[in-house]
């Protein structure tokens, strides 16, 4: 019997069922209020949120009064209340057939309804917003790819919060290298991946990646942590879910990433251990080894590495990043490598909210004095001689550049 918390890509197909609803809602002659009831297993909030997130126009009402249990056979009902603002004609002639095909009966059996148009998750905080870590629960996860270059590809993909666990496999689209193949154990013959020789269940990329979605709308905006996540798997993960444009989904879903090798560095330092490996750390603190580089034994033995680490609320977030900030930091860099800025002032613009387009933007709207009214916020972190030294040489990057 396979096992309960284990959730795969299987669990979540809302591809058709959200296309669907795009046609349906699109639909030129939809020009009134128009609630439609559906079975969540056929639509699901991830669908309504992606609709949300492409369609602005459709308004969202209602509450949650209800949770829905990812994997039960019969989910709950769903009251969808849509307004689209731009179609103002009468309903399609043949709204009943709307009815027959989305409305179900079972709410006449009184299964419990949910006002789903209210359960799209809040935005995401900004990134200078404190984030109560205590409200939110802590997802491990880690990625096996091709190789360690910033083209690799991803192989497996785990996640681990306290009994839940998720573990999915794909196909790469690159070839694995050696080196990596002879860590993992991952092969690939004819289209068909292996594990130490032995056939492995895999998804395309992107069921994978919707699977995960799924899995994390399930855990109300939890925190995603990972040993080295911040240079390696964090960049990886955003890629691929750029590449099937699940990112803004994603962003919703999560509240922020914590590296745990920068936080074991500071809770660790002056204690004598000179790696700071996850392996290693684990044999050190839990005397134990594991099966590493398999990633659902690796994001395991990570989360028992962090009860035994204890660290505070406030040491969590003092350690904490936003996919947003990633993104910036990247944007940053042609600053960097100019001597614009140096790295660690990009960090603290990046942390900031700051990316190039944005600041770039505020520079040819003012020359004079809208980049340094905009970067403002930065004194706060620079010593007023270091804060307009940094503002002359970003005007001067884009005065060249334009």
Known sequence: MPNKNIIGADMFHCS???????RLMSHSSIRALTTLKVKLNTLSLLDLMRYKVQNQKCSRVGRVQACPVIGQK?????????????????????KENIGDSLNSKASDKGTPLLECAGCLPSPAPAADQHIPVEDHSIVFFDLETTGLGSNCDI??????CMEKT????????????????????????????????????TKTHRDC???????????????????????????????????????????????????????????????????FKQESLVKELLKKSYPAHNALEDVKALQDLCRVLRPTPTQITSHLFTLDQMESLSSLQPLVEEKAISKTTAQKLARLGYSFEKMKHSHLQNPSEGLRQFLEPLKAELKNSMFTKTVDKICEFFKIEH
């Open 74 to 94: 019969t989910a709950p009902l769903c009251s969808l209340t849509w307004r689209p603002l731009d179609w103002v004609s009468d309903m399609m002639e043949n």
């Open 155 to 160: 192989i497996q993909l785990s996640a681990v």
């Open 209 to 275: 990646l919707m699977s995960f979605l799924a899995f994390l709308q399930a855990l109300n905006r939890p925190l995603l942590a990972g040993h080295n996540i911040k240079r390696f798997d964090c960049p990886i993960l955003a890629r691929a879910l750029e590449e099937f444009q699940l990112n803004e989904e994603f962003k919703l879903l999560v509240s922020g990433f914590l590296d745990t090798l920068i936080l074991s560095k500071d809770l660790l330092q002056n204690t004598g251990i000179k790696s």
């Open 166 to 201: 998720f573990d999915v496999y794909m196909v790469p689209r690159t070839p694995i290298a050696k080196g990596a193949s002879a860590v993992t154990g991952f092969t690939v013959r004819r289209h068909k991946l292996y594990l130490h020789r032995r056939p492995v269940q």
């Open 16 to 22: 058709q069922s959200f296309l669907h609803l795009n």
